[in-house]
């Protein structure tokens, strides 16, 4: 998510997300139809379902990009405006937000420069170990694989230390290595009580990763599951194939 000058708007910080009977249309084409659910702090919540499900549109609504045409989205207890909550806020879609003609430490220092954080250049340097690519930070990122960017992108939207991770098909483009290790880093992030909710299709990777489960078509929610397992199996017997 562009951080829109969250660095001089007070964040708000929360411990859940509730969606509650949340509809989105466009025209007369409805994408969700009151989707309901809950995600707390230290949750990775699966959104599952086939292309058009509305998967993508449900995480435009999370991160308050979207306004839901009824029902309502709410971040804790407490009132915030749009611009209070996207600094707690990170989001990793189809759009990696890089800019090619930067280095990646170039990239995550003006993002972390745009949400104010603090010591940005440890923070920066943190980011790129983490993403394995401190030897390469100082390369263009027009230079690196889909699946580098990939990384680099994820620490992008992590730069602020956001409660929310939202993730549109975070695997794409990673090899074997690369997914395994993404797999590890949510569930680092989970520990360290992160709010991380990933839309995929792969649902090998996800199956044993979810604690939360919601199974989507049609932009209805058909099912939901609690640490599910045999997740392959649950979703073609609730979706199809």
Known sequence: MTPQSTAHVASQDFDVVTAREVSRAFGRRRALNKVSFSAAAGAIV??????GA???TLLGVLSTL???TSGSVSYGGADATPAALRSRIGVLGHDLFLYPELTARENLQFFAGLYGVADAAARVAAALQTAG???RADDLTSAYSR???QRV???RALIHSP???LLD???TGLDDASAAALVERLRGLRTEGRIVILATHDLDLADGLLDQALFLRDGRVLHTATHPERLRATYQGVVGR
């Open 46 to 51: 699966g959104v599952l379902g086939p292309n």
């Open 54 to 56: 509305g998967k993508s």
């Open 66 to 68: 979207l306004r839901p």
């Open 133 to 135: 690519l401190d030897a």
């Open 147 to 149: 699946g580098m960017r």
């Open 153 to 155: 992108a994820l620490e």
């Open 163 to 165: 409660r929310l991770l």
């Open 169 to 171: 098909e975070p695997f």
